[in-house]
């Protein structure tokens, strides 16, 4: 079965940097996805992941242990725009199937 | 260009009714999916469909089916809608071979059963 885990709620100030933990458990696990999506749209792309290690990608960076199953995305010098839902997602090989967790809902304050 | 498009963007209809929901995607992607988002922001899939195979998720009743004319079209048909169906529904795609690339989502349908 699958298993991702992830916060339901973080807070963090503009300028500041904030790090959304995600936990899972899959089979056939073949690389991790984070997706952000604002509230009433469509989820987009943000990161991919399939070896350990840290992608980094304009100010946020991606990071993957494979052994722990665990990732987290990393937002520095925060944005208001930056307030969304943050999706942690793992693909499963043999479902060919991209599983979701519940999202992390941050909200950046002034 | 929209590169992938679900029609209608809202649905309002009576319990009991069957419906549609219309997804293209004009990216060249030869897998396409339909996901279920409720109350609780939770991104559910339902299907995992390319030209060879299609992946059912257990949990889903068969009162849903999808239909693909072709590789560019997913279409989801739901038949006897329950209060319990009004969710927003996304329509995605990707290429199989290109994970890094990620899934494209469409806009959602967002479906009201009354």
Redesign the interface.
């Given at each position: 079965g699958q298993n991702i885990d992830q916060p339901t709620e973080m807070t963090a100030t503009e300028g500041a940097i904030v790090q959304i933990n995600c936990t899972y458990q899959t089979s056939g696990f073949?690389?991790l996805?984070w997706?952000q999506?604002h509230a009433g749209?469509?989820?987009?792309?943000l990161s991919?992941n399939?070896l350990d290690g840290l992608e980094e990608k304009g100010r946020f960076s991606s990071f993957l242990s494979r052994s722990k199953g665990y990732s987290y995305l990393l937002l520095k010098e925060l944005q208001m725009k930056d307030s969304a839902?943050y999706?942690c997602a793992a693909?499963n090989n043999a479902?060919?199937?991209?599983?979701?967790g519940?999202?992390t809902?941050l909200m950046v304050k002034p | 260009d929209t590169a992938v498009s679900q029609t209608p963007k809202y649905l309002v209809t009576q319990m009991g009714n069957d419906k549609s929901i219309k997804c293209e995607q004009n990216l060249g992607h030869d897998t396409m999916y339909w996901y279920k988002q409720d109350s609780k922001k939770f991104l559910k899939i339902m299907f995992s469909y390319n030209n060879k195979e299609l992946i059912i998720n257990e949990t889903v009743p068969n009162r849903f089916s999808p239909k693909s004319p072709d590789k560019a079209h997913l279409n989801l048909h739901i038949n006897s809608l329950e209060l319990g169906d009004s969710a927003v529904y996304f329509c995605a795609s990707s290429l199989q071979d290109s994970l890094s690339l990620g899934y494209t989502f469409g806009s959602g349908t967002r479906l009201t059963v009354v």
């Amino acid at each position: 079965g699958q298993n991702i885990d992830q916060p339901t709620e973080m807070t963090a100030t503009e300028g500041a940097i904030v790090q959304i933990n995600c936990t899972y458990q899959t089979s056939g696990f073949n690389g991790l996805f984070w997706y952000q999506q604002h509230a009433g749209e469509a989820p987009t792309f943000l990161s991919y992941n399939v070896l350990d290690g840290l992608e980094e990608k304009g100010r946020f960076s991606s990071f993957l242990s494979r052994s722990k199953g665990y990732s987290y995305l990393l937002l520095k010098e925060l944005q208001m725009k930056d307030s969304a839902s943050y999706l942690c997602a793992a693909y499963n090989n043999a479902g060919n199937m991209l599983t979701f967790g519940g999202g992390t809902r941050l909200m950046v304050k002034p | 260009d929209t590169a992938v498009s679900q029609t209608p963007k809202y649905l309002v209809t009576q319990m009991g009714n069957d419906k549609s929901i219309k997804c293209e995607q004009n990216l060249g992607h030869d897998t396409m999916y339909w996901y279920k988002q409720d109350s609780k922001k939770f991104l559910k899939i339902m299907f995992s469909y390319n030209n060879k195979e299609l992946i059912i998720n257990e949990t889903v009743p068969n009162r849903f089916s999808p239909k693909s004319p072709d590789k560019a079209h997913l279409n989801l048909h739901i038949n006897s809608l329950e209060l319990g169906d009004s969710a927003v529904y996304f329509c995605a795609s990707s290429l199989q071979d290109s994970l890094s690339l990620g899934y494209t989502f469409g806009s959602g349908t967002r479906l009201t059963v009354v």
